[in-house]
């Protein structure tokens, strides 16, 4: 679509406002060659002091009053005083059409246009923050106007532009269908942002049900908070869910950006984690979210360009904290941080822009809407990876302290006791229901050596690459335990064969073999297995181990055997009883019938 892109946002340019000497105003020409136009030429302005003047005093008054200024440049009015722009549209094609002139500033608060009728009569149509927008007269996101020109024909346009602040004044014109196709635009993209926001919440409520950790909670009211605050920036709020308020209208801008700023800190203070380590900066961190929310109602209660100073500097302090705890959690290696950075730094830099412009402290012109809603919509998946990474990290912890009583310190398996009971469970599943199962005592049988050449180190690495090949023969749910030193048990259930344990055991050996890498000189480890099978034997749970451990302790080390079983129990023919009819006494054959 031909079209040139408006410039969205506001600024505080003094310099570039100078006035320039009265003149005529120049006309803008409309063609159906160039659907779309974004008035970058000096337009004619003029800021009404007391800001009372009608359009018919403007009219009269407009060639001595009004002077040629830049379209970008900053107007500095507020609640009592008013911009007055002067435009002369020529339609130079041969035809006759409806232009759109647009205001694409959603947080206006009025712009009222003038434009005379068929019979003379100034026609007045507003819309803006403070209007209805059922009052409007081109109902959309921001300020509207239609204009009829007839073929070869010019017509006055006068815009009255209250606010309660200085601002940058943008203006769009746009043929019928080009406008058509710049509102669909708009619409789907926003509608595509919104409804991105609206699924990740859906799908962190589902993760809060099923796990009920309320940090996800939390964030699901985050992720609708920050679609309605996008929703409210972009004017969709104020179009379809409060179109008759106005007042709430206007207020959404700066409460709801206010109640943003503070969710997005506190969860950046979350996944910083800082209490621990600067903990006076991690309550300086809750505290500037807590301002944040808690200055929302001082719009209701104090004047608005009050309201507005306060806004300015809360937003402008406010990230910058953010900034620093996402830097000093950088240091301190925290794995979420980059995270933190990606989806942070940007809306940070963005506020606290606009902040210092709008507070005049930095010369140009704030980032607009659009801007703002981009670096808001990147903020809410990013900084979701940011606090997953972050609970998955507690979550870790957390499991590796409900095991520490559990597991060995070295290798991370059972402990000996543990194993027991697992051993335990097995025999009593072989006994009664006849489960298949081999319980197995391994034993790196060069580990004294490895210890007293190589060391201490050396020899602890060397049990954990042995628990690392250990893992690689066993299933998730084989439980195995470590039982002295260079000693490990396990338990295989679903064995039901020599061979097929003697298989699982051969890898075992033969990786054990292969030079371990990263030591020199080469170390390789030597392992020895004694086995039993359930299905052979049943042994007595308590004495299993120790019946191994002898088994193990007549091998040699360098055996050629290193798999050994222990041997099923003989069978035994049941002895007849005494009271059987056939004793002693009656030893003749069956009668033959």
Same mark, same amino acid.
């Not at 946002?9 to 003149?23: H, L, R, Y």
């Not at 120049?26 to 159906?32: V, Y």
């Not at 451990?549 to 290193?562: I, K």
């Given at each position: 679509?031909?079209?040139?892109?408006? =410039?969205?946002?506001?600024?505080?340019?003094?310099?570039?406002?100078?006035?320039? @000497?009265?003149?005529?105003?120049?006309?803008?020409?409309?063609?159906?060659?160039?659907?779309?136009?974004?008035?970058?030429?000096?337009?004619?302005?003029?800021?009404?002091?007391?800001?009372?003047?009608?359009?018919?005093?403007?009219?009269?008054?407009?060639?001595?009053?009004?002077?040629?200024?830049?379209?970008?440049?900053?107007?500095?009015?507020?609640?009592?005083?008013?911009?007055?722009?002067?435009?002369?549209?020529?339609?130079?094609?041969?035809?006759?059409?409806?232009?759109?002139?647009?205001?694409?500033?959603?947080?206006?608060?009025?712009?009222?246009?003038?434009?005379? %009728?068929?019979?003379?009569?100034?026609?007045?149509?507003?819309?803006?923050?403070?209007?209805?927008?059922?009052?409007?007269?081109?109902?959309?996101?921001?300020?509207?106007?239609?204009?009829?020109?007839?073929?070869?024909?010019?017509?006055?346009?006068?815009?009255?532009?209250?606010?309660?602040?200085?601002?940058?004044?943008?203006?769009?014109?746009?043929?019928?269908?080009?406008?058509?196709?710049?509102?669909?635009?708009?619409?789907?993209?926003?509608?595509?942002?919104?409804?991105?926001?609206?699924?990740?919440?859906?799908?962190?409520?589902?993760?809060?049900?099923?796990?009920?950790?309320?940090?996800?909670?939390?964030?699901?009211?985050?992720?609708?908070?920050?679609?309605?605050?996008?929703?409210?920036?972009?004017?969709? #709020?104020?179009?379809?869910?409060?179109?008759?308020?106005?007042?709430?209208?206007?207020?959404?801008?700066?409460?709801?950006?206010?109640?943003?700023?503070?969710?997005?800190?506190?969860?950046?203070?979350?996944?910083? @984690? $800082?209490?621990?380590?600067?903990?006076?900066?991690?309550?300086?961190?809750?505290?500037?979210?807590?301002?944040?929310?808690? !200055?929302?109602?001082?719009?209701?209660?104090?004047?608005?360009? #009050? =309201?507005?100073?306060?806004?300015?500097?809360?937003?402008?302090?406010?990230?910058?904290?953010?900034?620093?705890?996402?830097?000093?959690?950088?240091?301190?290696?925290?794995?979420?941080?980059?995270?933190?950075?990606? %989806?942070?730094?940007?809306?940070?830099?963005?506020?606290?822009?606009?902040?210092?412009?709008?507070?005049?402290?930095?010369?140009?012109?704030?980032?607009?809407?659009?801007?703002?809603?981009?670096?808001?919509?990147?903020?809410?998946?990013?900084?979701?990876?940011?606090?997953?990474?972050?609970?998955?990290?507690?979550?870790?912890?957390?499991?590796?302290?409900?095991?520490?009583?559990?597991?060995?310190? $070295?290798?991370?398996?059972?402990?000996?006791?543990?194993?027991?009971?697992?051993?335990?469970? !097995?025999?009593?599943?072989?006994?009664?229901?006849?489960?298949?199962?081999?319980?197995?005592?391994?034993?790196?049988?060069?580990?004294?050596?490895?210890?007293?050449?190589?060391?201490?180190? =050396?020899?602890?690495?060397?049990?954990?690459?042995?628990?690392?090949? $250990?893992?690689? !023969?066993?299933?998730?749910?084989?439980?195995?335990?470590?039982?002295?030193?260079?000693?490990?048990?396990?338990?295989?259930?679903?064995? =039901?064969?020599?061979?097929?344990?003697?298989?699982?055991?051969?890898?075992?050996?033969? %990786?054990?073999?292969?030079?371990?890498?990263?030591?020199?000189?080469?170390?390789?480890?030597?392992?020895?297995?004694?086995? !039993?099978?359930?299905?052979?034997?049943?042994?007595?749970?308590?004495?299993?181990?120790?019946?191994?451990?002898?088994? #193990?302790?007549?091998?040699?080390?360098?055996?050629?055997?290193?798999?050994?079983?222990?041997?099923?129990?003989?069978?035994?023919?049941?002895?007849?009883?005494?009271?059987?009819?056939?004793?002693?006494?009656?030893?003749?054959?069956?009668?033959?019938?």
């Amino acid at each position: 679509m031909p079209c040139l892109i408006a =410039t969205l946002g506001i600024g505080n340019n003094p310099a570039s406002a100078q006035p320039a @000497a009265p003149t005529q105003a120049p006309a803008i020409g409309l063609d159906a060659a160039l659907p779309s136009i974004e008035i970058s030429q000096p337009i004619r302005a003029w800021v009404d002091p007391r800001g009372d003047a009608g359009i018919d005093k403007v009219a009269r008054a407009a060639p001595g009053m009004f002077t040629m200024t830049p379209s970008t440049a900053f107007h500095d009015i507020d609640s009592t005083r008013a911009l007055w722009v002067h435009l002369r549209l020529e339609n130079a094609s041969h035809t006759g059409g409806d232009w759109i002139v647009t205001i694409p500033l959603p947080q206006v608060d009025r712009v009222s246009a003038y434009q005379r %009728s068929s019979s003379g009569a100034w026609l007045q149509h507003s819309a803006g923050d403070r209007v209805a927008v059922t009052d409007w007269p081109v109902i959309g996101l921001y300020p509207k106007f239609s204009v009829r020109i007839d073929a070869r024909s010019t017509r006055d346009l006068y815009l009255q532009v209250r606010n309660f602040k200085g601002l940058v004044l943008p203006i769009r014109i746009d043929n019928a269908q080009s406008h058509a196709q710049w509102r669909d635009l708009e619409y789907s993209v926003l509608g595509l942002v919104i409804g991105a926001l609206l699924m990740l919440s859906a799908w962190c409520a589902g993760q809060y049900a099923q796990r009920r950790n309320r940090v996800e909670g939390w964030f699901t009211v985050y992720g609708l908070l920050i679609a309605v605050v996008i929703a409210t920036l972009s004017g969709l #709020l104020a179009q379809f869910l409060w179109p008759q308020s106005p007042i709430w209208s206007d207020s959404a801008h700066e409460v709801l950006t206010l109640l943003g700023v503070g969710a997005t800190l506190l969860l950046v203070r979350y996944v910083c @984690a $800082l209490s621990t380590s600067h903990p006076l900066f991690d309550k300086l961190l809750l505290a500037g979210a807590w301002l944040a929310v808690t !200055v929302t109602p001082l719009y209701w209660v104090l004047e608005r360009t #009050l =309201t507005s100073l306060v806004q300015s500097c809360v937003i402008g302090i406010v990230p910058s904290l953010g900034l620093v705890g996402i830097a000093i959690a950088w240091r301190r290696n925290n794995p979420a941080a980059p995270w933190l950075a990606l %989806s942070f730094a940007p809306q940070a830099l963005v506020l606290m822009l606009g902040s210092l412009q709008s507070l005049r402290v930095l010369p140009g012109t704030e980032p607009g809407h659009y801007v703002l809603i981009g670096v808001m919509a990147l903020t809410v998946p990013v900084l979701l990876h940011a606090v997953n990474l972050r609970l998955r990290e507690r979550r870790e912890v957390k499991t590796r302290a409900d095991h520490l009583p559990s597991q060995d310190a $070295l290798t991370g398996l059972l402990t000996d006791e543990l194993f027991g009971k697992q051993l335990q469970d !097995v025999v009593v599943r072989a006994s009664e229901h006849k489960e298949p199962a081999a319980v197995v005592l391994v034993e790196v049988v060069n580990y004294e050596r490895i210890k007293q050449v190589y060391g201490d180190a =050396t020899a602890e690495q060397c049990l954990l690459r042995a628990v690392v090949k $250990l893992h690689r !023969v066993l299933r998730d749910v084989d439980p195995a335990g470590r039982i002295g030193n260079a000693r490990f048990g396990l338990i295989i259930e679903g064995i =039901t064969s020599r061979q097929a344990l003697s298989e699982r055991m051969v890898k075992l050996i033969a %990786s054990g073999l292969i030079p371990l890498p990263g030591l020199t000189p080469e170390v390789t480890l030597h392992f020895h297995v004694a086995a !039993v099978l359930l299905s052979e034997k049943i042994p007595d749970a308590t004495s299993v181990i120790s019946e191994l451990a002898t088994l #193990l302790g007549t091998m040699s080390s360098r055996t050629r055997r290193p798999i050994r079983f222990l041997e099923p129990e003989p069978t035994r023919p049941t002895p007849l009883s005494p009271a059987s009819t056939f004793g002693q006494d009656r030893t003749g054959a069956f009668p033959i019938v």
